[in-house]
């Protein structure tokens, strides 16, 4: 009988240490997506999460499978920490020296740089990672087209789950989506979100993606195998920041081509550099495409100073056809900011530009 209820008592020890614990420390009352796909390869994501602590904790732990994807420019309201890790990226976020209980509110925005699939975007609004309940979530999506509603689909549950029966809506309004999970999530449920891009919107860029990524792969390997602060460092900041801006990543076109300039203004020997003078032309660029025209006409502007520069020294047709562009696209970008006449300056200047290098 002793050595029976020995057994009863191991098992029951053994069922409780191998049950899964689900008690998290916390539960998300509110959750709350907006996404802003600057084109088909860049979105532009804020996150505010608002969280309940039962009882004292440092933080939490936001988890981002992004598969081949990037994660740029990642900003955290506190203290926090990325580990990159089996194609997730984990912010975690919080203090060893700080305690949370009750109401707590984390607001986290990043760049989500797409590399697999420019036909579509697919995400997920909130990931099964969250091993805790999420009483409400509510998501905006801007596209840069008009969406069609049949070829929008929205799914909510489980990993693997295709649908949703009850519970979630949504709404489109022009190149917005709105949407809204009302019913309780149980941890490791999650939400996901595809929308097909028209037709025309796809096969309209002739980039090959596919070699402009392998160029990619190979800057950032580049980059960091370079010394910190090198010559070689700024020159594939560079050349990767042209390639971003070539498959339209022009957050991360911007963020690279940043990081070579200041690499350059360091050294302070790079201004005759081929590739040192272009940068601007790639960040001016990204700028205008991303609407940013005051920093689009200063880098224009620099790179009119620079190229005016080399110009008395010798003659560079390169440098000649880019200079012509860089009158033009500057007189588009004050277009934008300023009245008509102030830009005239600029087309008649991209005219003799254009005549001069045409003769």
């Known amino acids: 009988m002793k050595k029976f209820l020995n057994l009863i008592l191991a098992f029951f020890i053994c069922l409780f240490i191998t049950l899964p614990t689900f008690a998290e420390n916390f539960y998300i009352k509110n959750y709350e997506v907006n996404i802003d796909v600057n084109n088909t390869n860049n979105a532009h994501i804020t996150e505010t999460i608002d969280t309940y602590f039962t009882i004292n904790s440092h933080g939490i732990i936001r988890s981002i499978p992004t598969k081949n994807d990037e994660i740029t420019n990642i900003f955290v309201n506190e203290n926090y920490k990325v580990v990159h890790e089996d194609n997730n990226y984990l912010i975690k976020i919080g203090s060893p020296d700080l305690y949370i209980k009750g109401n707590h509110t984390y607001k986290i925005s990043y760049d989500y740089n797409f590399i697999d699939h420019n036909n579509e975007f697919y995400f997920n609004i909130i990931g099964t990672d969250w091993n805790t309940k999420i009483n409400h979530v509510s998501f905006n999506i801007k596209l840069p087209m008009t969406i069609d509603r049949s070829k929008v689909g929205l799914s909510v549950g489980k990993y693997g789950s295709k649908g949703f029966s009850e519970g979630a809506k949504y709404t489109i309004m022009g190149n917005m989506v709105k949407g809204e999970?009302?019913?309780?999530?149980?941890?490791?449920?999650?939400?996901?979100?595809?929308?097909?891009?028209?037709?025309?919107?796809?096969?309209?860029?002739?980039?090959?993606?596919?070699?402009?990524?392998?160029?990619?792969?190979?800057?950032?390997?580049?980059?960091?195998?370079?010394?910190?602060?090198?010559?070689?460092?700024?020159?594939?900041?560079?050349?990767?920041?042209?390639?971003?801006?070539?498959?339209?990543?022009?957050?991360?076109?911007?963020?690279?081509?940043?990081?070579?300039?200041?690499?350059?203004?360091?050294?302070?020997?790079?201004?005759?550099?081929?590739?040192?003078?272009?940068?601007?032309?790639?960040?001016?660029?990204?700028?205008?495409?991303?609407?940013?025209?005051?920093?689009?006409?200063?880098?224009?502007?620099?790179?009119?100073q620079k190229a005016n520069k080399i110009r008395k020294y010798s003659f560079n047709s390169h440098i000649e056809l880019l200079l012509g562009n860089c009158y033009y696209l500057r007189a588009t970008a004050k277009l934008e900011q300023m009245p008509l006449y102030r830009s005239k300056i600029d087309g008649k200047m991209a005219r003799y530009n254009y005549i001069f290098n045409h003769i």
């Open 181 to 304: 999970i009302f019913r309780q999530l149980e941890p490791n449920e999650g939400v996901t979100i595809r929308i097909k891009y028209p037709e025309e919107h796809v096969s309209k860029n002739n980039i090959d993606y596919e070699a402009e990524e392998y160029s990619i792969a190979n800057y950032t390997a580049a980059i960091n195998k370079a010394p910190k602060g090198s010559y070689e460092q700024a020159e594939n900041y560079a050349y990767r920041a042209l390639e971003y801006m070539l498959v339209g990543n022009y957050q991360s076109a911007v963020s690279d081509a940043t990081k070579s300039i200041q690499i350059g203004f360091d050294k302070n020997k790079y201004d005759f550099v081929d590739w040192a003078l272009n940068v601007y032309y790639t960040r001016a660029l990204s700028y205008q495409n991303l609407k940013i025209y005051p920093e689009a006409i200063q880098d224009y502007t620099t790179y009119i």
